[in-house]
């Protein structure tokens, strides 16, 4: 791949060309950095949140969405899902606006966007900005549009188990030039206009720096994996949606276990998470599917749950806390076959009876 030959393995030719590729892909402009949760903390501090302001964010999501607005300084205020699809209800976060509140993070749970744009009207209402956590959505349609495509910001997680991966890294995909401008020189510890400087081949000697800066920029290395990756998208989503419907083609019709509402058709699926009956232990489950070799995960612990995120003073997410103990996810990535999901279900059922 060329990369480690020419032994500039820091951000350069490779990083500026899967940018280039991932703008294509996306219609708009995206900029990498070094991973997933870099890029929701950077796209945060461009939009202006910081100390003083609140943030709400669905309770059900990766601990990353929640650690990147405490690193603005914000306060992340856990908000409950829709049972459908378990992303944000819009309604309950409503009921939790403050007077500081500044923006709003859905989180596109295992693919799924939920009613997408009803957020917007209420964000547009509100005055707030969204940066959407569409760690678990790449390459996911919405009425026609790609998620990225569209909105105020997106940000993407190219992590090693992600939709498509460059071993570490993220992006944030949106058109606002003032929201580029501040990530772009944010992610090299804020020297302005050092991006560009290294795309050319050259260093900033003398420069200025006017706000907070990370070192969050992506090497050459991860993305010369980004590139080929990307290159190979439409192969592994058309597995992982037929995946996603060889499950819910068995599943569907069960009376103990309840599946998401999502079309993978549109839907690019990251996970895939069932709602295990009331009747069952879930740990019993999770030792009985891995005594026959089927590994399952939990997406995840609510994030109320936990000692640092405690909320005080607001209404627990109540449809977070009852689903987030029944929750149960199964095998789903480009090596699973039709025999495994076979394999998963029948199993599956057995240990829920
Ligand atoms: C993976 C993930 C992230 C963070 O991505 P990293 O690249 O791991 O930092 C953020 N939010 C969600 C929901 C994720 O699944």
Redesign the pocket.
Known sequence: MGVLDREYLGMGAEVQKFEQDLTTFFSRQALCVV??????HLALQAAGVGRGCDVLVPSL??V??FQ?IAATGARAIPCDIGEDTLTLDVKDAEKRLTPQTKAIMP?H?AGGVGKLDALYDFARKKGLRVIE?A??AFGTVYEGKRVGGFGDIA?F???GI?NITSG???CVVTDDQNIIRKVSDARLLGVEKDSEKRYAGARSWSFDVTAQGWRYHMSNVMAAIGIVQLQRFSHFAAIRQQCAKKYDSLLKDSQAIRILKQNYDEVVP?IYPVILPDSCNRETVIAFMAERNIQTGIHYQPNHTLSYFKFDGMAIPAITEKIGQRLLTLPLHPDVTDDDVQYVVKNLLESVQ
């Open positions: 991973n997933g949760t870099a890029a929701l999501t990766y990353a969405s990147a989180v749970y956590d760690a678990h940000c997680s190219f992590d992600k570490e890294g993220g990251h």
